[in-house]
């Protein structure tokens, strides 16, 4: 079965870096995925799609301070110079057999 | 460029059915190969997938909801809608449409590798809430 393991929050300070992780389930380590931010009060937005080897295609307006890596069976969203507005939960998500799989979900507190 | 934008009543009673239609502005919902998703977020949960249509009505259903969930497309509308019913203090939630980009990728299981493809979410709607209360 494809399950997507998030940690559920993670905190860093102002202009620091943060690097966020979602875990494939066993079996499936080569699956892509997608991050999702989603700022309080506000709708998702996708931040980028991410391949087993690291490479990863920015959503439209998405600043390269949002970048994307992979190892083995774990997907990393690292976010650089850390803004305010970063605060916000943040989602992986991938496909699985006829259903989309979402991660718990990571509570990102900046502060 | 695109944009997605979720409507329906606000509250519905237990045992009803829950009606919601999403708009979608910027470009034809017919002009490519898209699925078209809804989702929900309870409060103080994560999101849940509910289940996707494409143009021609091809449909996948979160099993969690089958048997309650039907979606359906109006092409000369430009809209999606979702219809779920017998609906409990459980639906509460916000919802959410988004469209479904189809990618593909090699998937690899011990020695034997496939070209396949995944889907996932690149556009989304600001949501609608929907409370579920007598």
């Known amino acids: 079965q494809l399950v997507l393991t998030q940690s559920p929050s993670a905190s860093a300070s102002l202009g620091a870096s943060v690097k966020l992780t979602c875990i494939l389930s066993?079996?499936?380590?080569?699956?892509?995925i997608a991050w999702h931010q989603q700022q309080p009060e506000k709708g998702p937005r996708f931040l980028m799609a991410l391949n087993s080897d690291g490479s990863h295609r920015r959503g439209a307006g998405i600043p390269d301070r949002f970048s994307g890596s992979s190892s083995g069976a774990e997907r990393y969203l690292t976010i650089s110079s850390l803004q305010s507005e970063d605060e916000a939960d943040y989602y992986c998500q991938t496909w699985g057999t006829d259903i989309h799989v979402f991660g718990g979900g990571t509570k990102l507190t900046v502060l | 460029q695109v944009q997605l934008q979720e409507s329906g009543p606000g509250l519905v009673k237990p045992s009803q059915t829950l009606s919601l239609t999403c708009s979608v502005s910027g470009d034809s919902i017919s002009s490519g190969t898209y699925y078209w998703s809804w989702i929900r977020r309870p409060a103080g949960k994560g999101l849940e997938w509910i289940g996707r249509?494409?143009?021609?009505?091809?449909?996948n259903y979160n099993p969690s909801l089958q048997g309650r969930v039907f979606m359906s497309v109006d092409t000369s509308k430009n809209q999606i809608s979702l219809r779920l019913t017998f609906v409990t203090a459980a639906d509460t939630a916000v919802y959410y449409c988004a469209r479904d980009r189809k990618a593909g990728f090699t998937l690899v299981r011990g020695m034997i590798s496939t070209n396949t493809y995944y889907y996932y979410m690149d556009v989304w709607g600001k949501g609608t809430t929907v409370t579920v209360s007598s």
């Open positions: 066993s079996g499936h380590s080569s699956y892509p």
């Open positions: 249509l494409d143009t021609s009505g091809r449909t």
